[in-house]
């Protein structure tokens, strides 16, 4: 501790020394000397008593007894100090007190006469010099408490500015008159004004009307208040939380800590649902009209034009969807999906626009964002669009050609930087005849048409698709299946799929489900596969026949594997086998052949 603050204990030193007259030296609790004056200056940082704390010297037992001493004849005293017994220094006598710190001894300050005047000196006045060197000891702990206070407290704000810098939120604190007297770099950018400009203004210039003003007045804090100012020409669109400070049960000031409502909303997104980070390669499908419309798709997905894809429910719509956002200059913004028919029509207004707080009854407090504020950055994919009542119609074609939105409830509006993909399964453009869409509007998402065709358009692509989810539901619900009989295959090819890929999908997953032996077949295809559109009545006896004969070979093929397993297949072994199986040895090598089983 005393070497930390060795340059206080020099000035202490001196100071004691200038006063009394007299030689002054200070040592640490390991025998070190500190500071001194005289002959002892010269010695600072080598050891006293040789630097043996127990061995009964003075500084050692000043040290361990935690009292104060005084030697009247040092050159007598055979416990004073090995220096003085050997004649290597000329101290007569010396007065010294222990230097207290927390309840601990931290050193020693000593009063040493080298002459007959100052032993004299000591000797009649050893009293007032022993109070007055306890007072100086008392000077120099305090003196180091303050310092270490002072190191303690730097370091403390050091620390505090370190975390405050290391926040990823902007962090905001005024004073008691509401000026502004910390701001993190976070902050800094967020308002786009430099520190300088900011500390020492009142909070109420950047951010007008600012509820941190009331924290003050009421001492009640608030979390995670959606706030929205404008400073030129620049608006700011924060989540606030602000807290008082508090000192000696007074209110003395706030701190705010804040982020972009765009960043928030990003962050809900992500936590709250499924990234579909697809890309085209995942779409699957060999057939030229997929592969067109694939093409089509890569070259629109690098601008911002609004995209319209038409098709059936279940081809693919929504992938397509994903995988053109995925592939733009948005994939690391939000792709918010809104189902247009899923929602009820009574709810759909809030859930696009969002509302504001205390809108309609129910309504949360602080509000809600719509998908649109939520999709800012990123896509928003409006499915279903042919299902929008006509008077959502209106509001989504003021958001198109304002890219604004204002919440229900409210007068505000929020700037959003959104690109705009729907889909329908539906004939918009004879919807418009039948003015049951806008044609304006259906103009404004018509910009780029894409067309996902039909399952039964590319039937090539089905034996594709079927090996895809065989693997994938083989995979989900563990099961040893290998393959589907060529009977399953034909039906699949030969079937129109009204429901496209999402009921092929469906129909392998209740398949494997179904199936207990390692290939499917016809048995366990969904009914309305077998039934509808199959084959005439003689034809389905034949696939019967067929479909047996297919279970037999399997079966023969299955007995022979395992007898070569259990024989081995050595000549020896094939004759125990033919034997076993009641043929004759060419039979059974014919049989081999046939199951293309191999048996050397």
């Excluded at 206080?8 to 200038?18: D, L, M, N, R, T």
């Excluded at 500390?199 to 509820?211: M, N, Q």
């Excluded at 609004?306 to 994903?322: F, R, V």
Aim: proline share 3%; net charge negative.
């Amino acid at each position: 501790m005393l070497r930390e603050y060795q340059h206080i204990a020099q000035e202490v030193s001196e100071a004691i020394s200038a006063a009394l007259q007299i030689e002054t030296e200070i040592v640490d609790d390991t025998m070190t000397i500190i500071a001194g004056t005289g002959k002892y200056k010269a010695r600072i940082n080598m050891k006293e008593e040789n630097g043996e704390i127990e061995a009964g010297y003075l500084y050692g037992r000043v040290l361990q007894t935690r009292q104060s001493y005084f030697v009247e004849d040092a050159p007598s005293d055979l416990s004073y100090d090995p220096s003085v017994l050997q004649g290597e220094t000329e101290e007569l006598a010396e007065l010294c007190t222990p230097i207290h710190y927390n309840g601990k001894v931290i050193g020693v300050i000593g009063l040493i006469a080298f002459n007959e005047k100052q032993r004299r000196t000591l000797v009649n006045n050893r009293l007032p010099y022993l109070t007055f060197v306890q007072r100086m000891s008392d000077l120099l702990a305090g003196k180091i408490a303050e310092q270490t206070a002072i190191r303690n407290w730097e370091k403390t704000y050091m620390q505090l500015e370190t975390v405050i810098e290391s926040i990823h939120e902007g962090i905001i604190a005024i004073d008691e008159h509401g000026v502004i007297t910390t701001i993190n770099d976070t902050a800094e950018k967020l308002i786009q004004l430099d520190k300088g400009s900011l500390i020492g203004t009142p909070i109420d210039r950047i951010w007008s009307d600012t509820p941190m003003l009331q924290v003050l007045q009421s001492g009640k804090g608030y979390i995670e208040q959606e706030e929205l100012y404008r400073l030129g020409h620049h608006e700011m669109h924060f989540i606030v939380t602000a807290r008082p400070i508090r000192s000696n049960g007074e209110v003395i000031g706030v701190v705010a800590s804040f982020r972009r409502m765009a960043d928030m909303r990003r962050l809900a997104y992500m936590l709250t649902n499924e990234h579909k980070d697809l890309n085209f390669s995942q779409i699957l499908g060999k057939s030229r009209s997929l592969s067109l419309i694939i093409r089509q798709a890569q070259q629109v997905a690098r601008g911002t034009s609004n995209i319209l894809i038409t098709g059936e429910s279940g081809t693919g719509k929504g992938m397509l969807a994903a995988a053109i956002h995925s592939s733009s200059s948005r994939s690391t913004g939000p792709l918010i999906i809104v189902n247009c028919g899923a929602i009820p029509e009574a709810l759909l207004e809030s859930e696009l626009f969002g509302y504001a707080g205390g809108a309609f009854t129910g309504a949360k407090r602080e509000g809600k964002a719509g998908k649109f504020e939520l999709a800012d950055g990123g896509t928003i994919f409006l499915d279903e669009i042919g299902d929008l009542p006509l008077h959502l119609q209106v509001k989504l074609l003021h958001v198109l050609q304002s890219k604004q939105v204002e919440r229900v409830g409210s007068n505000k509006v929020v700037n959003i930087n959104i690109r705009v993909i729907s889909a329908t399964n539906k004939n918009l453009e004879e919807m418009v005849r039948n003015k049951e869409f806008r044609e304006d509007l259906y103009f404004r998402l018509n910009v780029i048409p894409l067309h996902m065709p039909a399952l039964r358009e590319r039937k090539e692509d089905i034996p594709l698709l079927m090996d895809y989810f065989l693997a994938k539901y083989r995979e989900t619900f563990d099961h040893p299946l290998l393959d589907f009989t060529p009977q399953v295959k034909q039906l699949f090819i030969q079937y129109p799929w009204p429901g496209n890929v999402r009921e092929l999908e469906n129909a392998i997953e209740y398949a494997v489900n179904m199936e207990t032996s390692e290939y499917i077949g016809t048995d366990s295809v969904p009914l309305r596969i077998r039934n509808q559109n199959g084959p005439e009545p003689e034809e389905q006896s034949d696939v019967g026949t067929q479909l047996l004969k297919e279970q037999l070979k399997q079966f023969e093929k299955n007995i022979l594997q395992d007898m070569l397993r259990r024989h081995g297949r050595s000549v020896e072994a094939k004759r125990t086998i033919a034997e076993a199986l009641g043929v004759g040895l060419a039979t059974l090598y014919r049989k081999l052949e046939e199951h293309r089983i191999s048996h050397s």
